[in-house]
């Protein structure tokens, strides 16, 4: 069986995880702490980030080398299109939603949970103390702007990344516009790509990532409410819908995920 070493929140795990849905195929997540669980990873793959695909004695990093290596060995339902142009456009589009939308939706949630409390306790596991979630939605905006210097995401960092999401949201609204899917009538690795790397702009609606209920549809201020991406969202929830295994039923890749064990 296929197996994924995943965090749950990474949204190039959840591209991982879209893709192996809409192909129908069976894999098991397991969730890689931060810090020791990445050690072990290193020492299996040579590689501390996720998502890893195991498939039998192969390790396969990066989610867009994931998509292709799918694709060859399991060509049920392909995710990249033969003709020249669309092929193309599919590429251009995973590139974008790779560097863009991945990359700068970090700093968007980031900007989201330093300016809103009860966002930020929400975001804790529903197994995290009562006493812990309360200290988590105490600590002070400042601090967390000074944590965010620290990793790089100072204020003017955010308000670009936010005005470049924005961007990307107009331009994919407006392709959206008179089309089922990004590149027309079927769905492609664009579309996996693109509303996979969007979840930490807005959750779905709909148990699909192992988090408390309340999050389900919520996301980031000005971008997940606005009625201008409305389309967009709608188009992304629908996608899902259509493609995406909810966390329900005995299936491998419905489970929780297992912790990485170190031997």
Do not use: H
Not at 20 to 45: A, S
Not at 61 to 85: C, G, H, N, Q, W
Not at 227 to 255: C, H, T, V
């Amino acid at each position: 069986m296929l197996e994924l070493y995943q965090w749950e929140l990474s949204q190039y795990s959840e591209k991982v995880r879209l893709i192996l849905d809409y192909k129908g195929l069976d894999y098991r997540k397991i969730e890689v702490t931060p810090g020791i669980g990445q050690v072990e990873l290193f020492r299996l793959t040579g590689q501390k980030q996720v998502p890893v695909l195991k498939d039998g004695s192969r390790y396969i990093v990066d989610s867009t080398e994931i998509a292709k290596y799918l694709d060859l060995e399991y060509p049920e339902r392909p995710l990249i299109p033969t003709d020249p142009k669309k092929r193309g456009a599919c590429l251009l589009i995973e590139e974008l939603a790779d560097e863009s939308i991945g990359v700068k939706g970090r700093k968007a949630l980031f900007a989201a949970i330093s300016q809103d409390q009860n966002f930020r306790k929400s975001l804790l596991p529903t197994s995290t103390p009562d006493i812990l979630k309360n200290l988590v939605e105490g600590v002070p905006r400042d601090i967390l702007t000074v944590l965010g210097f620290g990793v790089g995401y100072s204020p003017d960092v955010i308000k670009s990344a936010i005005a470049d999401l924005k961007q990307d949201l107009e331009a994919l609204t407006l392709l959206l516009a008179d089309s089922p899917y990004l590149l027309g009538d079927e769905p492609s690795l664009a579309d996996l790509a693109v509303a996979g790397l969007s979840i930490l702009l807005k959750f779905p609606d709909g148990p699909y990532l192992n988090l408390p209920a309340g999050l389900q549809g919520k996301g980031v201020p000005g971008l997940a409410d606005n009625p201008d991406y409305a389309l967009f969202f709608e188009w992304r929830d629908r996608l899902y819908a259509q493609f995406r295994k909810p966390l329900i039923g005995n299936s491998p890749s419905a489970s929780r995920p297992t912790s990485i064990q170190i031997e």
